[in-house]
């Protein structure tokens, strides 16, 4: 059990199954200052803040050989920018990270220790997810209203299916 992760939003597991990779995006969701309203396309919308920020963090967990998490390591702090949203990771163990930053909304792509290898942007993302099978390189992404789909040159990885 992990107990040190703020408020995980999004978990994967390393092609080697030897890390476990969190993304916290606490936005402070238990408490809220109503700023005022504004317009959107649906009409009036509260606007408020969160009274206090927690984890916007990338970790990875080392997994022991039954699988529990033990050592956490934070690769990327977000903070004070709105953190990840989502992520997946890919055959070759690079990380793809809805990032919902005002200042870089868009998919981070990050080696398996973290440096930013490549960037997506894209309208503020919820989410991301590989396709399966002979879509393994279709990466699905998720922003607003919209589902975007982009082809790459690498396939995502899922954890193999249990045996029967």
Request: hydrophobic share 35%.
């Amino acid at each position: 059990m992990i107990t040190d992760a703020g408020k995980p939003n999004g978990v994967c597991v390393s092609p080697d199954q030897k890390t476990l990779y969190v993304v916290s995006n606490d936005n402070g969701a238990t408490g809220f200052e109503r700023l005022g309203t504004a317009e959107d396309a649906e009409g009036p919308v509260a606007v408020a803040t969160p009274l206090k920020k927690g984890h916007m963090l990338l970790m990875a967990y080392d997994l022991d050989k039954g699988g529990n998490a033990t050592y956490r390591e934070t690769l990327v702090d977000y903070s004070p920018d709105d953190g990840p949203d989502g992520l997946v990771v890919d055959a070759a163990g690079n990380l793809y990270v809805a990032v919902r930053a005002e200042s870089r909304p868009g998919i981070v792509i990050y080696s398996p220790k973290g440096k930013e290898i490549d960037y997506i942007e894209t309208p503020v993302p919820t989410n991301v997810g590989f396709g399966r099978g002979k879509d393994a390189n279709l990466l699905y992404i998720t922003a607003g209203n919209s589902l975007y789909q982009i082809r790459l040159n690498t396939k995502g990885y899922h954890l193999p299916a249990k045996k029967k």
